[in-house]
């Protein structure tokens, strides 16, 4: 296990293999298997070709694989070629040129290279089926000038990056450390494996030059060691070995740091510092909201970059190019809430108030790298999430550390060490010395993440989800402490959507911890289930249940089985995946377009085009006419709850108040039996706070698209008891009484009628 760790990212070795090439006869080599044939030993591959030397910087490749994991590990070289006994320098050998299949057999973990499956062997300039930039040498293709073969081609990378011409604007400009033009540039090709891979597997060196203009090693996350972030930085450059962040090379202003030069330093798209640095020094109001400006690479990681890129890389970042380029899953993703909705308030920087886009130029890569976002349009910034100290229960779905390290072991995560969480929680603990400031004894960072791709995929080249398994959760308190009042929920097996179901169903309370509580109710707290609740309601099974009333869904309802039982539905990955990730951009994680103003007009999920089909057939109109009157009927079961001297507010903890002004934590409504007793005769408090939990979670959620027959029966029952107190189906009453008495419009009204019905659904 341990050697293929440390192989993941080892790959072809094509020096070797044009040398197996002119060894002896013309039999057709690839013949016979590792298992078929019979193994010689490295001792009598060395003897014939320990003077073979790499094409290109002129090692011996027996050099270079006694450098290589492979080596170290005792992969011979019939590990990767197959047996020799047919060849000994005449004869086929399984494998003379190992391609990224050949390699794939091994690595199949982070690194793995089914992306680089169809990237080219032979150095063809082009590729149109080929999934990475690499081999097809960028959007530009192959360049061979002076400056640009060092990153547009897979031989003046090497040389480079021997020679120490790597680095900032500084060091590319420098005339003096361009290499001699000893070879014909026109004849180089795209990256290869070899680009980044000696003879043997082990990753290039790669040099630069210190002030003096000496060579020395290019190490800019200071691990003395050469490693991934080290030969990626290599071209697409993040920071020098001195901690200087590269990007616009202007000088320090307000609250971002003086920076180095990219060679590009005048087109943002291009710098990854613009995207990929989150400003240490930024605080909100109170220090509490944290700006985010971009993301945190782990970069003492052992795969930084492949953490969210694998070997595919193509990332389309560029939002003014003609032709527009196509979306890609990072696009996507950086659009998302998972993402925090960064690249749209990068590309806004990028454009002038016309619309149109800024030249190109440091003061438009200064202004995209100080594009940020916040509260405003993301929770990942709302409070300092790694500080484990404070908010250690949050870590499992407001960090992707913390997503990370749930959905590895659910059963034994524990956030930060000390404080019971979870089921039977043991270390490991949720750890952030990424971020800056970050030890295990501050235990916080004036950073914050979002849900990067390693939040959710063990291997995201491959799009290997983590495997939570079946998710259950305990709601009210955890096991640990034993309380009363504590539900266990067990969802089903809902396959790839168990990964989304760990944080997008609640966190604190389920309904039935309101029926258990044996308080009186005149001093109890409003109890929630938090925000993302959506597998409580598409299962049904987390609201509160009115006595003596059904709540099984029909038997045609099938959203909770989509992707798990339901046939024909064109998925297998469950509900939430099978019906949010199966439109064109599937990582915007949305199954519908809106317009600005936030109104639906198209659907995109293929799904629900699949499932609802002719008299049952879904418009956009249709959904949005839905969403309205369910928007309406939150409305008038809130003034319900007003006349009954209970305020809510969606967007203030705790929610619900007991003043209609005076909305803060200190004027929490808490006397529940007060409410009760006014209602004759006196209702249960608990029934009260029900109406209020029913209104927090579907307020809180799409239920009108998740599950519609639960969530009108919730709202149906709320609607009712609240009235007066029984459920005696008054529900037009009750709408009626709310618009006379001016708390709802007579559209609402007429809205929440339409949707609800005459009788309870």
Not at 53 to 78: F, M, R, W
Not at 682 to 705: E, F, I, P, Q
Request: glycine letters at 10%; a neutral charge; aromatic letters at 8%.
């Amino acid at each position: 296990m341990q050697m293929r760790r440390l192989a993941l990212m080892l790959f072809c070795m094509l020096p070797m293999a044009a040398l197996m090439y002119g060894c002896g006869s013309s039999n057709k080599e690839g013949s016979g298997t590792p298992s078929t044939v019979a193994a010689v030993g490295d001792t009598a591959c060395v003897q014939c070709h320990s003077a073979a030397k790499d094409p290109v910087t002129g090692e011996t490749i027996v050099a270079q694989y006694n450098k290589s994991v492979h080596y170290l590990t005792g992969q011979g070289c019939e590990s990767c070629h197959g047996g020799g006994a047919q060849h000994n320098g005449k004869g086929p050998i399984p494998y003379p040129i190992p391609d990224a299949a050949r390699c794939a057999v091994c690595h199949t973990g982070t690194n793995s290279t089914v992306f680089q499956a169809a990237l080219l062997q032979d150095g063809s300039d082009k590729n149109p089926t080929n999934p990475s930039n690499h081999a097809n040498g960028g959007y530009e293709g192959i360049a061979t000038g002076e400056k640009c073969y060092r990153c547009h081609s897979g031989e003046g990378a090497i040389l480079s990056n021997v020679a120490g011409y790597t680095g900032d604007k500084t060091i590319i400009d420098n005339t003096a450390y361009m290499l001699n033009q000893d070879r014909d540039f026109s004849k180089f090709k795209g990256i290869q494996c070899s680009t980044c891979h000696e003879h043997g597997g082990a990753l290039r060196k790669v040099n630069t030059r210190n002030a003096a203009g000496n060579v020395v090693a290019w190490d800019p996350n200071n691990n003395r060691k050469v490693d991934q972030f080290d030969l990626c930085t290599s071209c697409h450059t993040y920071q020098n070995p001195d901690g200087t962040l590269v990007a616009s090379g202007t000088a320090a202003s307000g609250t971002k740091p003086a920076t180095a030069p990219y060679y590009h330093n005048t087109a943002w798209y291009r710098i990854i510092a613009t995207t990929h640095w989150d400003n240490p020094a930024t605080t909100g109001p109170g220090g509490t909201n944290t700006p985010i400006e971009g993301y945190v690479i782990r970069m003492g990681g052992a795969n930084p970059c492949f953490d969210c890129h694998g070997h595919e890389a193509k990332t389309n970042t560029r939002p003014d190019a003609t032709p527009a380029r196509p979306s890609t899953i990072h696009t996507d993703w950086a659009n998302s809430a998972h993402g925090g909705k960064l690249l749209e308030n990068k590309i806004a920087a990028s454009k002038n108030p016309d619309g149109t886009w800024k030249a190109r130029g440091t003061a438009t890569v200064d202004a995209v790298m100080n594009a940020y976002t916040d509260d405003a349009s993301s929770t990942w910034s709302h409070y300092d999430w790694d500080n484990t100290a404070t908010r250690a229960t949050c870590q499992r779905c407001h960090t992707a550390t913390g997503a990370e390290n749930y959905m590895k072991n659910p059963p034994k995560y524990n956030a930060n060490g000390t404080v019971a969480s979870g089921y039977n929680p043991v270390t490991p603990t949720n750890t952030f010395t990424h971020l800056s400031g970050w030890t295990t004894t501050t235990k916080t960072s004036p950073q914050n993440e979002v849900l990067y791709c390693w939040g959710c995929h063990s291997n995201a080249g491959k799009g290997t989800l983590h495997n939570p398994g079946a998710f259950s959760f305990w709601y009210g308190n955890d096991k640990t402490n034993a309380n009363p009042n504590g539900v266990l929920v067990t969802f089903p097996d809902a396959k790839n959507s168990n990964t989304c179901m760990t944080c997008h169903s609640g966190r604190t309370e389920v309904a039935q911890v309101i029926k258990n509580d044996t308080r009186d109710g005149s001093n109890a707290s409003f109890m929630y289930p938090h925000y993302m609740s959506s597998s409580l309601i598409v299962f049904g099974n987390g609201g509160y249940e009115y006595t003596g009333r059904s709540y099984a869904a029909p038997s045609y309802f099938a959203h909770d089985k989509i992707g798990i039982s339901a046939p024909n539905t064109g998925t297998t990955s469950g509900p939430c995946a099978g019906c949010h990730m199966t439109s064109p951009n599937q990582h915007k994680f949305t199954n519908v377009t809106k317009d600005s103003a936030g109104k639906i007009t198209a659907i995109t999920s293929t799904s629900c085009a699949t499932c609802h089909t002719g008299d049952y057939a879904l418009t956009a109109a249709k959904l949005e006419e839905e969403k309205e009157e369910y928007d309406a009927v939150l409305n008038v079961l809130a003034a319900a709850l007003a006349s009954k001297g209970v305020y809510y507010d969606a967007h203030a903890h705790p929610y619900i108040y007991g003043d209609p002004v005076l909305r803060a934590r200190a004027n929490a409504l808490t006397n529940w039996k007060a409410i009760a007793d006014t209602y004759s005769p006196a209702v249960s408090w608990k029934d009260v706070m029900g109406v209020a939990y029913n209104l927090y979670t579907l307020g809180h959620d799409a239920g009108w698209a998740h599950n519609r027959f639960y969530s009108k029966r919730l709202l149906w029952d709320s609607l009712d008891f609240i009235f007066n107190g029984k459920l005696d189906d008054d529900v037009v009453a009750a709408i009626d009484a709310q618009a006379t008495a001016g708390r709802i419009t007579a559209a609402e009204a007429t809205a929440a009628k339409t949707y609800l019905g005459t009788k309870r659904p």
